[in-house]
């Protein structure tokens, strides 16, 4: 009898990491499902106890994973921002050509549109309410080294002569920001292009242009 029950019965540690397995993956729900409730709502429009009632949930019990809607928000901002400054980073250190860099830098950003939707959404509907807080200030500081990177390239691109001279480097960039994080608002998984699809046309028009035939825009003497 009892070399039977040890036999049948599970050890402690692999109770506790079953037990913590399951509670890491039960936030990590908690964390999407709030995500998509702030994307859609708002986040200053939803409340804790939104978010419990759609998780099948008390409020209180919501209060064992997080003490506030706002960290979960941090949660939800910090993972996109630390993947794609990583992705970034990755890219410029890879050593290739500025136009190759350039142009997987764009590849990186439309790929964040589909696992980081709501993020991104958050970042563009609730950025000045959110950068008030001083637990936000790493928001303002990811946004200006994401720009320092960008706008560093293009320079590079601009002194290898592979980039026009008389386009502002800090503009050029703002714009291809502004591109790809709107495309949130009207790409849908499914459609005629994925993301890879949607980065590779926007290569395209932002390396060889709209126009045919001569260039009507000229260099600033």
Known sequence: ???????TAAPPKAK????????SERRDHLVKLAAEIFARKGFQATTVREIANEA??????????????????????STFLDDLIARYRAALESGGEPRAVLSE????????????RAAITVMQNDWNYLRQFPRFNYLVKAEDDVEQMWVKQIKAGQGAGQFRADVDPKLTYRMIRDTIWVAVRWFRPGGRLNTTGLAE?????????????????QPKA
């Open 1 to 7: 009898m009892t070399t039977r029950k040890n036999s």
């Open 201 to 217: 046309h926007y290569i395209t028009v932002l390396f060889d242009g709209l126009a045919t035939g001569e260039r009507s825009t």
């Open 16 to 23: 506790r990491a079953t037990a913590s397995g399951s509670a």
């Open 105 to 116: 830098m764009v590849r990186i950003g439309f790929g964040t549109l589909e696992p980081h």
């Open 56 to 77: 099948g949930i008390l409020s209180g019990s919501l209060y064992h994973h997080f003490d506030s809607k706002e960290t979960i928000v941090d949660e939800v901002l």
